[in-house]
């Protein structure tokens, strides 16, 4: 007679509920460590966008924009940076992307082009949101590489304050990651050192 080995249907079940255990204990800290690496990945971003409207106003000696942008086409005041933005040549300094022919493309002294378009940014993902109140949709680079007010980015996912990223920005036009300074409360303090505060959804 042959002795049989393998498991109880007993030992199966005991199994799979043990599974399921650490299925349910390993998933939400998955989809939070999805969700900061998002986070890090939009604060990189912005940290290349700023540095490269930086550069370019310097190289150009002309302000350069930044703008939230729905379409990625367009300036949209009612516009929030998680929808999108754009870098470009403001020639007028007015904030908004002009198409008509307002750039010197040539060096002539004749506005012969529309102001050009530097880098395009799409929506991010709907649990993230970037926010400001010193820049609410636009932001702006002198010839000098200097800002016009000094601010804070602020990229939250949720209402989540102790997860919060921000990027602080000084009127030199350098930024720098946003810390929990003062205090070890866990929350990043703005560019005033005042706890920062998510919006609500």
């Known amino acids: 007679m ?20 650490m299925a349910s204990i390993a998933v939400p800290s ?12 939009i604060y990189n971003e912005l940290v290349g966008t700023i540095s490269l409207a930086r550069l370019e106003a310097v190289k150009r ?17 009612t516009a929030t940076w998680d929808d999108g933005w ?5 020639a007028d300094g007015d904030g908004a992307l002009d198409t008509g022919n307002v750039f010197d493309s040539d060096g002539d002294g004749t506005a012969d082009a529309p102001e050009p378009v530097l880098r395009r940014q799409g929506a991010v993902s709907s649990a993230i949101s970037i926010t400001s109140t010193e820049y609410p949709s636009r932001l702006s680079i002198a010839p000098r590489g200097r800002l016009q007010r000094q601010g804070t980015i602020l990229i939250c996912n949720g209402q989540d304050n102790d997860n919060a990223m921000a990027l602080n920005l000084w009127i030199t036009g350098l930024g720098r990651m946003a810390t929990d300074g003062i205090d070890s409360d866990n ?4 560019i005033s050192n005042n706890n920062v505060s998510c919006p609500s959804p």
Do not use: M, P, W
């Open 30 to 41: 998955f989809g939070n460590f999805v969700r900061k690496s998002e986070q890090s990945a």
């Open 187 to 190: 929350i990043v303090e703005d």
């Open 86 to 90: 754009l870098v470009f040549v403001d």
């Open 2 to 21: 042959k002795i049989q080995t393998g498991y109880s249907l007993i030992e199966l079940l005991i199994s799979i509920i043990i599974l399921g255990i």
């Open 61 to 77: 000696s002309a302000v350069v924009a930044l703008c939230a942008s729905s379409d990625q086409a367009t300036c949209d005041t």
